[in-house]
């Protein structure tokens, strides 16, 4: 997720804005000013003149006057009145609330900071300054921002300081401790977004009945909310409730309100109808999402994979193949796991063949993609030569040919005297051995190299029956 910016954060936090102070609308002056620098006009410090006059006294309505000025992007102004309402009142709040807006503004986080402090010296029963405060704060320490929220909650024991601290911990990435502290506020006490960064956090954390539970509650307000259906669908998805993830989807496509649908939720819903085995549909949902704009290549690569699984999901290998391949090439930085994945997809596609030189010239490709791995990932040699060797006994079953024989012997070159072998080495390499006294017992009619194999084996695993048999072999 990207950073958000201090401007940003007072654009999330606006709603708790010191402007209310002015009580605008009520006073006649305020709102003559707010007319004045909404028609931006040539004389403007003329105009402002008798206003400034009639109230370079009134603290309050020079914040006001220095407020429509930050509103209206006139940073010069505002500050300038702001710094008139210091002189006419020193401790007066809401003019060094304003002050650290500017200083966020600007990105000067640790300025801001202190102007926030010192108008909650003066007025520390004013929640503003605590919630600007924290909203820079966190960017150099969320735990310090939390605690000076921790200091409103002890001037103002009633005030949902928890729901601020969720969502401090929220746009800090915090997602676990934003979780805890909302859910320490009653669901009834919770704003509209608190609700979605709950629900949003749970999504993130793979809490997916917390996600549902905030986004169904949430809900029950505004049916036709996009962003709670949204992440009721993602949620319900993931935990496989596929039936009530079509429905949250039908309501997020047909029956939102301002829903911009986003190739993410195409993919929701085609891994929704991929549940419930409707997969034609699916893969018309991820064609959809490949229609959609991606903010980065690598995304609508992924989406391109999900849409060869969905093909290899109703066995249509040429298209998985096809779309495959696509995603290799679109992908920035394919993974040697990702190369594999093409093998694996000749391989499958072998084993659905009947024809047996359609079969065979699919094994021959998955060997091609195999052997080419070594030409990008060194360090994968033993799982090279493991698959290779696998499709050599596909290709050439009574090993007539040796299609297999030297991939084995490579693996056992490679993990025989292998001193941290984990499992899966094990495993190999006893099918390896397997394989070996296998051809020199029935190919080569060699009982004493197959009796060597054996004694390897037995060294790898004591109790296999077939090294047990072959070494009693006379």
């Known amino acids: 997720m990207k950073a958000f910016k201090y401007l940003a954060l007072g654009a999330v936090l606006a709603g708790f804005s010191t402007s209310a102070m002015a009580q605008d609308g009520t006073k006649a002056d305020v709102d003559a000013v707010k007319k004045i620098i909404s028609s931006k006009p040539a004389d403007l410090d003329d105009q402002m003149k008798p206003f400034f006059k009639k109230n370079k006294k009134n603290a309050e309505n020079l914040v006001a006057f220095a407020r429509a000025f930050y509103e209206a992007k006139d940073t010069a102004n505002a500050a300038l009145y702001a710094e008139h309402a210091l002189k006419a009142n020193k401790q007066y709040a809401p003019a060094y609330i304003l002050k650290g807006d500017l200083r966020a503004l600007a990105e000067d986080g640790g300025g801001a900071a202190a102007l926030y402090d010192q108008a909650i010296y003066f007025d520390p029963k004013n929640p503003d300054g605590y919630r600007k405060y924290a909203s820079v704060y966190r960017k150099i320490s969320p735990q310090g921002a939390i605690a000076k929220l921790n200091d409103l909650r002890a001037q103002l024991p009633d005030y949902p300081v928890d729901a601020i601290i969720g969502h401090i911990s929220y746009i800090s990435n915090n997602f676990d401790e934003a979780i805890a502290a909302y859910d320490k506020v009653p669901k009834a006490k919770l704003e509209k977004m608190d609700i979605i960064e709950s629900a949003f956090s749970a999504y993130l954390t793979q809490k997916y009945d917390k996600g549902i539970e905030m986004a169904e509650f949430g809900l029950q307000k505004e049916p036709r909310n996009s962003t709670l259906n949204r992440l009721a669908m993602f949620c319900n998805t993931e935990k496989g409730n596929f039936d009530k993830a079509l429905d949250f989807a039908d309501r997020l496509f047909n029956k939102s309100d301002s829903a911009n649908i986003s190739y993410m939720d195409y993919v929701y819903y085609g891994?929704?109808?991929?549940?419930?085995?409707?997969?034609?549909?699916?893969?018309?949902?991820?064609?959809?999402?490949?229609?959609?704009?991606?903010?980065?290549?690598?995304?609508?690569?992924?989406?391109?994979?999900?849409?060869?699984?969905?093909?290899?999901?109703?066995?249509?290998?040429?298209?998985?193949?096809?779309?495959?391949?696509?995603?290799?090439?679109?992908?920035?930085?394919?993974?040697?796991?990702?190369?594999?994945?093409?093998?694996?997809?000749?391989?499958?596609?072998?084993?659905?063949?009947?024809?047996?030189?359609?079969?065979?010239?699919?094994?021959?490709?998955?060997?091609?993609?195999?052997?080419?791995?070594?030409?990008?990932?060194?360090?994968?040699?033993?799982?090279?030569?493991?698959?290779?060797?696998?499709?050599?006994?596909?290709?050439?079953?009574?090993?007539?040919?040796?299609?297999?024989?030297?991939?084995?012997?490579?693996?056992?070159?490679?993990?025989?005297?292998?001193?941290?072998?984990?499992?899966?080495?094990?495993?190999?390499?006893?099918?390896?051995?397997?394989?070996?006294?296998?051809?020199?017992?029935?190919?080569?009619?060699?009982?004493?190299?197959?009796?060597?194999?054996?004694?390897?084996?037995?060294?790898?695993?004591?109790?296999?029956?077939?090294?047990?048999?072959?070494?009693?072999?006379?």
């Open 271 to 474: 891994n929704a109808l991929n549940g419930l085995k409707k997969h034609d549909e699916a893969i018309a949902m991820y064609k959809k999402a490949l229609e959609q704009e991606f903010d980065n290549a690598d995304k609508k690569a992924g989406v391109v994979k999900t849409l060869s699984d969905a093909y290899k999901g109703i066995n249509d290998f040429d298209n998985a193949i096809k779309y495959y391949q696509q995603f290799l090439n679109d992908v920035s930085k394919a993974s040697a796991s990702d190369h594999a994945g093409l093998g694996r997809l000749y391989a499958q596609h072998a084993n659905a063949l009947e024809d047996l030189a359609a079969k065979m010239e699919k094994l021959r490709l998955a060997d091609q993609v195999y052997a080419g791995l070594l030409d990008k990932y060194q360090d994968v040699e033993d799982y090279v030569a493991f698959q290779r060797a696998r499709i050599g006994m596909q290709m050439d079953p009574e090993s007539k040919q040796e299609l297999a024989k030297p991939h084995y012997e490579k693996l056992v070159e490679l993990l025989g005297t292998k001193a941290d072998r984990d499992n899966t080495d094990k495993v190999r390499l006893v099918e390896a051995y397997r394989y070996l006294i296998s051809y020199y017992l029935i190919n080569k009619d060699d009982k004493e190299t197959a009796k060597q194999f054996a004694a390897k084996l037995q060294e790898v695993d004591p109790e296999n029956e077939t090294a047990k048999q072959v070494l009693e072999l006379k």
